[in-house]
C-alpha cells in the first residue's frame, strides 16, 4: 500500500503564498503521475494541478501563473507553491499518486488526508 501525507494547509491573506507538501511512503515500486486537488464546501472536487513521470505538468485555468507543481522523484514527494492567493482559492487540497505498488499489481489512485487551505482577510 502507498501511503500520503500532506502538509503546510493554513490561514493567509490574499495574496500571500503557501507551499504545500506531499509525502509519499509504503510500498511503492514506481509512480507514473502526481497532482494536487481541491475541494470547496458544496463544490465538487477538481483537479489543480499535476506532473507526470516526465516532469511535465499541467494547471487549471484558475490557477495558471498563479501556482507551480513540482516534484523530488528521490524523496517521492510533491509540492504545489501557490502564490497571489484569492479567497476563491480556499478549499481542502487533496494529494493524488499514480503508482503501482509492485511490479506486478496494476496502477492504482492513492489519496491523501487532505489540508485546508484558508484564504481570507
Known amino acids: 500500500q502507498v501511503q500520503l501525507v500532506e502538509s503546510g494547509g493554513g490561514l493567509v491573506q490574499p495574496g500571500g503564498s503557501l507551499r504545500l507538501s506531499c509525502a509519499a511512503s509504503?510500498?511503492?515500486?514506481?509512480?507514473?503521475?502526481m497532482a494536487w486537488y481541491r475541494q470547496a464546501p458544496g463544490k465538487q472536487r477538481e483537479l489543480v494541478a499535476q506532473v507526470f513521470s516526465s516532469s511535465s505538468a499541467t494547471y487549471a485555468d484558475s490557477v495558471k501563473g498563479r501556482f507551480a507543481i513540482s516534484r523530488d522523484i528521490a524523496k517521492n514527494t510533491v509540492y504545489l507553491q501557490m502564490n497571489s492567493l484569492k479567497p476563491e482559492d480556499t478549499a481542502v487540497y487533496y494529494c493524488?499518486?499514480?503508482?503501482?505498488?509492485?511490479?506486478?499489481?496494476?496502477?492504482?489512485?492513492?489519496w491523501g488526508q487532505g489540508t485546508q487551505v484558508t484564504v481570507s482577510s
Open positions: 493524488k499518486a499514480v503508482a503501482k505498488s509492485t511490479i506486478l499489481t496494476p496502477p492504482s489512485n492513492y
Open positions: 509504503g510500498s511503492i515500486f514506481t509512480t507514473y503521475a
